[in-house]
């Protein structure tokens, strides 16, 4: 099958979109979305430590790979890989290296699950990035949250990363590993409903944080006029 941007033959295809993609394509498409993301989370600024947490998702290794070079021979930017366990918070561990800012590597399954789980839990959609531990008050941001992960894993194919032979982190709860179950069997038929979900999971959360931010303004007016 061929490429439907060229005429390479094509490595991968993708469901949600039509499309089949060759591997320089497949690439791009993915560090197009990342990149994306990375703007839409404000994930980088200048001077900046960023830490990705390394728990023994392969996830997290592509993920490294990727920012390191994102950030390329910029200064003003560092990304360090930190080991950290499995249950412990990602801002305890980037704690211990004085990062900045928290990087995970979320892929569209883990983050669609969490917010269909939080939105079955009645939890306020204040936060998609940050569902699944407690973030601290250090930034987080997760550029692979709009990509599947079997195609994360083809880019860690493409470009030789090493799979770690360390267990991958378990969510250790009972109801989003039975909603991320549920959800990925359904989208077997129905490819595109974590990109809807996780669509609907930014609004909510961007509607939230307006009005919050509507609600803290108001106090204030309230507090300066007594």
Known sequence: MQCSKCRQKAIHYQPYSGQYLCVEHLVADI?????????QQKGMCPG????VIITGDPAERALLFFLHNLA????????????????????????RTGATRIA?????????AAILAGILRGEPMTSIIGRRGDTGTRPVFAPFCHIPSCEIAQYSRIHGLEESSVPAARQND????DVKNILG????RHPAAPHAILNLGEMLSAAAQETEAEQNKHRTVD????
């Open 31 to 39: 560090e197009t979305k990342a990149k994306r993301t990375i703007r």
């Open 48 to 51: 900046d430590h960023i830490a």
């Open 72 to 95: 390329g021979k910029r200064r003003d930017i560092l990304v360090s890989g930190i080991p950290g366990g499995a249950h412990e918070s990602p801002d305890s561990i980037a704690g």
């Open 104 to 112: 995970l590597a979320t892929t569209l399954e883990d983050c669609s």
């Open 174 to 177: 009972s109801l989003y590993e």
């Open 185 to 188: 069997a359904y989208a077997h």
């Open 223 to 226: 507090e300066e006029t007594r």
